[in-house]
């Protein structure tokens, strides 16, 4: 059997199921390059080689090429998981890892976990069903400016709806793209259109390292952004959030208060408790 398994975002949102299935497996791999889990993932692999299990972490080419084949391969007869920071399905990187497998006649199990898309709309305070199409903003490639994310902040803005954008982010070249980087990104292609979709006077949410003990919100302005970037300098994952210019009654006073700092996330588990739970459910 094959199963691809999503930890969360974070220690805390690791689901206690799915830990007892991962503690299953005879071959774990740790996806190391679509994202970043809290604290660190090399702590929950720490963990599960002192169970005595099996465990990889695996750069892009281990999941994207020749390797995947062996993987599955042996899936024909263990179990071999693959673990995956938020959700394995919600983007579709991994979706070519179940076709394969499906073709070869392996056994498939997906276990979804909690995921930056969901989480990120929970704590903006702003209405799900108010939310168009979701985009990653991506810097110039070789001179080259990916002008979609722009389409669709205006696409959702005419519908008023409000935009989640994800920013680019490459683990193994330890590069995360900034704030104030994606808005200028933006601007420089509404300039380069002569249109005004977005304000310097817009209000953005932004969401840094979500649901782990670095946790922080802002609302500022988008000519805050630009000014600010002093106050990027501490986080390491960032959300945007764009909203509509018309807000609900409730989602304008949500969004008042959070400006004021009255959310805040409080870590709850520790290295040593999730240790002591793993092994709980291991040795039973």
Known sequence: MLRLIGIGLSIDMLPLGNLKKILS?????????????????YLLTSLLIQLGKT??????????????????????????????????????????????????????????????????????CLQVYRFGKIVTVVSPKNGIVYEYPYDVIKMNRLQNLHTLLLLEIDVEKNYYMKPYEAIKILLDIQEKREENIISL??????????????????????????????????NKLYTIIIPSRKLHPVEEECLNLIRKGKMSYLCAISEEELKKIAQLIYNQ
């Not at 990187?93 to 709309?121: D, G, Q, R, Y």
């Not at 390292?209 to 106050?231: A, F, H």
């Open 25 to 41: 497996c005879d071959e774990i791999v740790v996806d190391s390059y679509t994202s970043i889990w809290f604290p660190s993932a």
């Open 55 to 124: 465990v990889v972490i695996a750069p892009r080419n281990y999941l994207e090429g020749g390797e995947v084949k062996n993987l599955i391969r042996r899936a024909l007869d263990k179990e071999v998981c693959i673990l995956v920071t938020g959700d394995p399905l919600i983007a579709t990187t991994h979706s070519s890892i179940i076709t394969e497998a499906l073709v070869n006649n392996v056994e498939v199990e997906v276990v979804p976990a909690v995921s930056i898309f969901n989480v990120s709309i929970s704590l903006s």
């Open 201 to 234: 006077k817009d209000i953005a949410i932004i969401l840094g390292d979500v649901l782990s003990c670095r946790q922080k919100i802002w609302i500022l302005t988008i000519e805050e952004i630009l000014r600010m970037q002093y106050e990027f300098l501490y």
